[in-house]
């Protein structure tokens, strides 16, 4: 089991999502950055399904049994017992009465937390994802205090990640691909779509994004019947200040749509933080698919090292080591300093 | 008969078909039995994501690593082709849903405000209000939310200018040409005239809407 002690301001159990309930007016939720979700259930051994914990950080817990954990998202440290600090994108192992704390992300905004062997949970309608403007789901929702169990049948290894696709595809870009909708697309709008500077605003939840730019006032007047939206829709509202749609986004919805950002962007989209910049940018549906299917293959192939963890007792200071199979330090944290050294293992 | 369709695509893995532009109940109906057909045909494919339907056209959720929209664009073409061919106008069976309601008062907190602004009774707005049958065109913006057709011109009344924070689940609401039923609490601008105590929305039921688009409901006064 697990205690939560803190859950932050939105923790929440997401795995790929909820099909077959559009029909019924509930959209399809599931982890917004697909890839870390993925990779944390990788580095736990797990199946690439399992439900995770998506946080926006400022989440703490407390294991009441030994368990294999792992942590993925934005490039950051999380730490265990206010002393120990590692690295995301790699696994841990957690003794009994041991307390995990997650930072609040400064490279992104979500981090997703796998347990080896997985939490026992229960689907609703089908799928482990919370969905945020409902409250059909909030059993998947995270509150502080709640006890979960977990499945303590998991593995036993301790894996760290290459981070090189993440820093490349996700976290170090601010172009963003569109697919124009045919009968909106025109050379005006897509001049003043490309040529423009967006800011996320911090109008952000699962529910969309509302950016921030010079307005494109080009559909003041709308009087459009409410019709079919997705997960990376551009919404253009009269007021000219374009909004996308995420996972938890309403199933229809009433203002024009300019297009629509392809899947592979959306973890991009989803780790980009209130204030950063994105720049649209066209690309085509043929291109969007390769381009997805490239970067699942470099996904399959991100490196994942096999690693042991020490913790030495050095003129009674404890000092928890992070090593490779060919003897390289990952790191090395000391509980009274905080500070980590980085040996360059890639 | 003629080409009545036109598949496009939203985006790198929604495919829409489109069954013209306004909304009208024969429009609705045979798209209603078109998803009903789909949903069969597909009920096995590990490809298809979702599929539902809007008041005018029929939205596919498609897993794009799995099938390319072209080669999903020519097989629907041709199930509707068949479809088509085959279908008679009004051979669907109508379901009707009754929704009790309480109208006026702490129930219905804008109901007197309608009155006088329209110079109707209150009476007389819960009498036209409930003796219409409704088509249920489309479920969407929330869970179990209903889209409903048919609303008396008489009663239409625009929006709030400012929403409410808070809208009780239950609420039946005006909007222009629009009424319907917030399946739960959530902020709303729409005119409350009554309040049901069904539940739309169970995740304990199969289906868990008790709404389904494509059927009718008519609002009986208590």
Same mark, same amino acid.
């Given at each position: #089991?697990?205690k !939560?002690? +803190?859950?932050?301001?939105?923790?929440?159990?997401?795995?790929?999502?909820?099909?077959?309930?559009?029909?019924?007016?509930?959209?399809?939720? @599931?982890?917004?950055?697909?890839?870390?979700?993925?990779?944390?259930?990788?580095l736990?051994?797990n199946?690439?399904?399992?439900?995770?914990?998506?946080?926006? @950080?400022?989440?703490?817990?407390?294991?009441?049994?030994?368990?294999?954990?792992?942590?993925?998202?934005?490039?950051?440290?999380?730490?265990v /017992?206010?002393?120990?600090?590692?690295?995301?994108?790699?696994s !841990?192992?957690?003794?009994s009465?041991?307390?995990?704390?997650?930072?609040?992300?400064?490279?992104?905004?979500?981090?997703y937390?796998s347990?080896?062997?997985?939490?026992?949970?229960?689907?609703?309608?089908?799928?482990?994802?919370y969905?945020?403007p409902?409250?059909i789901?909030?059993?998947?929702?995270?509150?502080?205090?709640?006890?979960?169990? &977990? /499945?303590?049948?998991?593995?036993?290894?301790?894996?760290?990640?290459?981070?090189?696709?993440?820093?490349?595809?996700?976290?170090?870009?601010?172009?963003i691909? &569109?697919?124009?909708?045919?009968?909106?697309?025109s050379?005006k709008?897509? +001049?003043?779509?490309? /040529?423009?500077?967006?800011?996320?605003?911090?109008?952000?939840s699962?529910?969309?994004?509302?950016?921030?730019?010079?307005?494109?006032?080009?559909?003041?007047d709308?009087?459009?019947?409410?019709?079919?939206?997705?997960?990376?829709?551009?919404?253009?509202?009269?007021?000219?200040q374009?909004?996308?749609l995420?996972?938890?986004?309403q199933?229809?919805?009433?203002? *024009?749509?300019?297009?629509?950002?392809?899947?592979?962007?959306?973890?991009?989209?989803s780790?980009?933080?209130?204030?950063?910049?994105?720049?649209?940018?066209?690309?085509?549906?043929?291109?969007?698919?390769?381009?997805?299917?490239?970067?699942?293959?470099?996904?399959?192939?991100?490196?994942?090292?096999?690693?042991?963890?020490? =913790?030495?007792e050095?003129?009674?200071?404890?000092i928890?080591?992070? !090593?490779?199979?060919?003897?390289?330090?990952i790191?090395?944290? $000391?509980?009274e300093?905080?500070?980590?050294?980085?040996e360059?293992?890639? | 008969?003629k080409?009545?369709?036109?598949?496009?695509?939203?985006?790198?893995?929604?495919?829409?078909?489109?069954?013209?532009?306004?909304?009208?109940?024969? %429009?609705?109906?045979?798209?209603?039995?078109?998803?009903?057909?789909?949903?069969? $045909?597909f009920?096995?494919?590990?490809?298809?994501?979702?599929?539902?339907? %809007?008041?005018?056209s029929?939205? !596919?959720?498609?897993?794009?690593?799995?099938?390319?929209?072209?080669?999903?664009?020519?097989?629907?073409n041709?199930?509707?082709?068949?479809? &088509?061919?085959?279908?008679?106008?009004?051979?669907?069976?109508?379901?009707?849903?009754e929704?009790?309601?309480?109208?006026?008062?702490?129930?219905?907190?804008d109901?007197? #405000?309608?009155?006088?602004?329209?110079?109707?009774?209150?009476?007389?707005?819960?009498?036209?209000h409930a003796?219409?049958l409704?088509?249920?065109?489309m479920?969407?913006?929330?869970?179990?939310?209903?889209?409903?057709?048919?609303?008396n011109? *008489? &009663?239409?009344?625009?929006?709030?200018?400012?929403?409410?924070?808070? =809208?009780?689940?239950?609420?039946?609401?005006?909007?222009?040409?629009?009424?319907?039923i917030?399946?739960?609490?959530?902020?709303?601008?729409?005119?409350?005239? @009554?309040?049901?105590?069904i539940?739309?929305f169970?995740?304990?039921?199969?289906?868990?809407?008790l709404?389904?688009?494509?059927?009718?409901l008519?609002?009986?006064?208590?």
């Amino acid at each position: #089991m697990i205690k !939560i002690i +803190n859950s932050g301001i939105l923790s929440s159990f997401q795995d790929k999502g909820r099909y077959g309930q559009k029909k019924f007016g509930v959209s399809r939720s @599931g982890s917004l950055d697909t890839f870390s979700f993925e990779l944390a259930n990788k580095l736990a051994g797990n199946d690439s399904n399992e439900p995770c914990i998506e946080t926006l @950080g400022g989440f703490s817990c407390i294991f009441n049994i030994d368990s294999v954990v792992s942590i993925a998202g934005p490039m950051d440290f999380f730490s265990v /017992n206010n002393h120990f600090i590692y690295k995301t994108n790699s696994s !841990i192992k957690l003794k009994s009465g041991d307390k995990l704390d997650i930072p609040y992300p400064k490279k992104g905004n979500l981090f997703y937390l796998s347990v080896s062997g997985g939490f026992m949970i229960d689907k609703i309608l089908g799928s482990f994802s919370y969905h945020q403007p409902s409250n059909i789901t909030n059993a998947l929702k995270i509150s502080s205090g709640d006890e979960i169990h &977990i /499945n303590s049948k998991g593995q036993n290894h301790l894996f760290v990640a290459e981070s090189s696709f993440f820093e490349n595809r996700i976290f170090n870009n601010k172009k963003i691909n &569109i697919i124009y909708n045919e009968e909106n697309r025109s050379e005006k709008i897509k +001049n003043l779509f490309e /040529n423009n500077e967006f800011t996320i605003s911090d109008q952000f939840s699962r529910q969309g994004i509302r950016l921030i730019g010079d307005p494109i006032n080009v559909f003041k007047d709308q009087n459009e019947v409410s019709a079919e939206v997705s997960a990376g829709t551009v919404q253009l509202p009269p007021d000219g200040q374009p909004i996308i749609l995420l996972n938890d986004s309403q199933t229809t919805g009433g203002y *024009k749509k300019i297009g629509v950002i392809p899947r592979f962007e959306l973890s991009k989209l989803s780790q980009k933080m209130i204030s950063s910049k994105i720049k649209f940018s066209e690309i085509s549906m043929n291109d969007s698919i390769s381009e997805f299917r490239k970067m699942r293959r470099e996904f399959e192939n991100i490196n994942i090292y096999n690693y042991i963890n020490r =913790v030495l007792e050095i003129n009674g200071r404890l000092i928890s080591v992070q !090593i490779l199979e060919n003897n390289s330090i990952i790191s090395i944290s $000391d509980n009274e300093q905080f500070d980590v050294i980085e040996e360059n293992f890639e | 008969m003629k080409n009545i369709f036109h598949i496009n695509f939203h985006g790198d893995s929604t495919l829409v078909v489109n069954l013209g532009e306004d909304i009208d109940i024969k %429009t609705n109906q045979m798209l209603h039995e078109i998803v009903h057909l789909l949903e069969i $045909d597909f009920k096995h494919s590990n490809y298809i994501e979702d599929i539902y339907p %809007t008041f005018n056209s029929i939205i !596919i959720d498609y897993d794009n690593l799995l099938i390319d929209f072209e080669n999903l664009k020519l097989l629907i073409n041709e199930k509707l082709l068949s479809f &088509i061919k085959k279908y008679n106008v009004g051979s669907e069976e109508e379901r009707i849903i009754e929704v009790p309601v309480m109208y006026g008062g702490e129930n219905g907190p804008d109901l007197s #405000m309608m009155s006088e602004k329209l110079n109707i009774s209150e009476e007389k707005i819960i009498e036209i209000h409930a003796s219409n049958l409704y088509r249920i065109f489309m479920i969407g913006f929330m869970p179990g939310f209903p889209y409903l057709g048919g609303l008396n011109t *008489k &009663i239409s009344f625009p929006r709030l200018s400012t929403p409410r924070i808070s =809208v009780p689940a239950g609420s039946v609401g005006i909007a222009g040409m629009q009424t319907g039923i917030y399946p739960f609490e959530s902020p709303g601008g729409w005119n409350i005239i @009554g309040k049901t105590e069904i539940k739309l929305f169970d995740i304990n039921l199969n289906p868990p809407a008790l709404l389904e688009a494509g059927t009718n409901l008519r609002f009986v006064r208590i």
